[in-house]
């Protein structure tokens, strides 16, 4: 699946499924990317990862994707919304960005201004590896380059409907750790507020919608992913490779334990 593909199928609202990447492995990377995953997303913001580990960990994308049929495209979650981080992630050869911490139509703007070239935005040209993915046109790229908002902070539920609504956003993203701790959470996944927390989940999935954006959700599991998509998000992304890892192997002692 090139960007092209990618961009097209994210802004048809069609259904896919991606990983989440926080750790500096990119052998564990490429391997994660043959499987057949319609994305992986490196975790600029809170992973374990500086530039050099992104840029490894988007070759080891691409490489894992060719093994298994080219059908993996890489994505960077950006530490910060400003053309730095942004074009640095696309310059590197990510297919689009996830940007945190987005509280209003304004934040969007910014963020696809940083992502698109003059003189739809401020975006500066030098595609190291973008070039060799996308082609050197500047036209070209905006047009495969895909954006997507957070949705996570008090202002980013309350003016949901204006974000999904800012020309140039492909769509936005939930990270559910600090949507709940928005919406009163003591920690994230806190019981007590699993009625409002589910109520903002929806609001952001009906509110997508009805702006014709794609909906995004981070998810702890492969049935908790599917259990989105079947509430109306059309794109999930699973888990991380730290939290498997660690799942994996504290299995395997208790199993050897017992």
């Known amino acids: 699946m090139s960007a092209n593909d990618f961009a097209n ?8 499924i991606g990983y ?14 043959r499987l057949g995953y319609d994305y992986v997303v490196l975790d600029g913001q809170h992973g374990l990862l500086g530039y050099q580990g ?3 960990g988007l070759l080891a994308v691409d490489a894992g994707a060719a093994l298994g049929g080219g059908a993996t495209v890489g994505m960077v979650r950006v530490e910060a ?5 942004i074009g640095r992630a696309l310059d590197a050869g990510a297919t689009g960005v996830i ?3 987005v509280d ?4 969007v703007t ?11 935005g401020v975006r500066s040209f030098g595609p190291m590896r973008a070039s060799l993915r996308i082609g050197p046109v500047p036209a070209d790229a905006d047009a495969a380059t895909v954006v997507l908002a957070m949705i996570e902070t008090p202002l980013g539920l309350k003016n949901v409907a204006e974000i999904c609504a800012t020309p140039g956003l492909d769509g936005i993203y939930v990270g559910p750790s600090d949507l709940g701790l928005s919406v009163g959470a003591r920690f994230p996944g806190d019981p007590e507020v699993e009625g409002p927390f589910e109520e903002a989940v929806a609001l952001i999935a009906r509110t997508a919608q009805e702006a014709g954006v794609a909906a995004g959700i981070h998810t702890q599991d492969g049935q908790s992913a599917r259990r989105r998509l079947s509430q109306g998000y059309t794109y999930a992304t699973v888990a991380s490779d730290l939290s498997h890892l660690e799942a994996s192997a504290a299995a395997h002692l208790d199993t050897a334990r017992s």
């Open 9 to 16: 199928r994210i802004r048809a609202r069609e259904q896919l």
């Open 20 to 33: 989440w990447v926080v750790m500096d492995a990119p052998v564990a990377t490429e391997r994660i990317a």
């Open 54 to 56: 992104l840029l490894n």
């Open 81 to 85: 919304n400003h053309p730095t981080p």
């Open 99 to 101: 940007v945190p911490l």
């Open 104 to 107: 209003n139509s304004e934040d």
């Open 110 to 120: 910014r963020a696809v201004q940083a992502a698109k070239y003059p003189p739809t």
